[in-house]
């Protein structure tokens, strides 16, 4: 995976002319500009950063001190989203690493950390450019989240999603060890030529239709 990351920063080096990128984790950044240990801080200072910022009406209904994992990661989620990701990358590209385990969607979990992930991301000048992670190549140990994912969406009142049969069978054949990254490639264009929304690059803008 860090070859894979170094990859993506030399692309921004030859596309966009950006220095080397700075690195850090999605605790660290947490901790940085919000005060807020992802880690070992209480769903209750999570909840309480979130009030401060005006968004009681996101918080679960009848919430008091615990949160779901679900809850949890989508409060962090928004945070980071509007608090920490509109000012990161500024002067470089940074690649942000260890996202929490219980983010992982199809990545491995760290071997040496079972709360972390082997999954980064790309930004520039406040742009999500890259997602990228250690593939998992495990069937039983994704089955096991596709089941827990649609346990927690049952809970939500939110749509089952129905089995990838497909995507288990083939993973089950066998995957070699591999990292993988979506670089969106309009967005970096939408720096490299200077345009100020993501509609003046694309050949159709389907927002526009």
């Known amino acids: 995976m860090n070859e894979l990351i170094q990859e993506v920063d030399t692309i921004l080096r030859l596309v ?22 992802v880690k070992s801080d209480t769903d209750l200072k999570v909840v309480s950063i979130c009030k401060k910022f005006g968004y009681e009406n996101i918080v679960p209904p009848g919430f008091k001190d615990t949160l779901s994992t679900f809850d949890r990661d989508m409060l962090l989620q928004l945070l980071f989203c509007e608090k920490i990701e509109t000012q990161i990358g500024r002067e470089r590209p940074i690649a942000v690493t260890n996202f929490p385990a219980s983010q992982a969607s199809l990545a491995k979990i760290d071997p040496s950390d079972p709360w972390l992930s082997l999954r980064f991301e790309f930004y520039y ?6 997602n990228g992670f250690e593939e998992l190549n495990d069937a039983d140990e994704q089955n096991t989240r596709f089941i827990l994912d649609n346990k927690k969406r049952k809970e939500k009142g939110l749509e089952i999603k129905p089995q990838d049969v497909k995507f288990l069978n083939a ?11 979506a670089l969106g490639i309009d967005r970096l264009l939408m720096l490299a030529l200077g345009k100020k929304h993501i509609s003046e690059v694309l050949s159709f803008d389907f927002a526009a239709l």
């Open 16 to 37: 966009l002319d950006t220095p080397v990128c700075d690195k850090a984790t999605y605790r660290e950044l947490f901790f940085k500009y919000l005060g807020l240990d």
């Open 125 to 130: 000048q406040g742009i999500e450019l890259a």
């Open 171 to 181: 993973l089950d054949v066998g995957l070699p060890m591999c990292s993988g990254v």
